[in-house]
Nanobody, 121 residues
């Protein structure tokens, strides 16, 4: 599986961005998908995840109620709608694919290249 993330940019606090991740391969629906982020000097952390058929999602407490993950298996895409952005959301955001919807970084086998999100105060 090859993943290509896009949609990052610069936004003011309180604004919105929508990240997208396009996946190659015919087995996309078999994978749980996750969004992670890594701020400078910090470890990569789980943000949101969705299971293979899209009927279960899970969010980090820091983004719950502000971010929404979704997927379209017909188009091999997963998205992250980010509303109410805060300066502390500034990071490089990565999409990842793995066998199960879990939070640990090592449990995901395939990673996109990352897209920068910067939120100004």
């Amino acid at each position: 599986v090859q993943l290509q993330a896009s949609g990052g940019g610069l936004v003011q606090a309180g604004g919105s961005l929508r990240l997208s991740c396009a996946a190659s391969g015919r087995t996309f629906s078999m994978y749980a998908m996750g969004w992670f982020r890594q701020a400078p000097g910090k470890e990569r952390e789980f943000v949101a995840g969705i299971n293979g058929n899209g009927d279960y999602t899970y969010y980090a407490d820091s983004v719950k109620g502000r971010f929404t993950i979704s997927r379209d298996n017909a188009k091999n895409t997963v998205s992250l709608q980010m509303n109410g952005l805060k300066p502390e959301d500034t990071a490089v955001y990565y999409c990842a694919a793995g066998p199960r919807l879990v939070t640990p970084v090592p449990m995901y086998d395939y990673w996109g290249q990352g897209t920068q999100v910067t939120v100004s105060s």
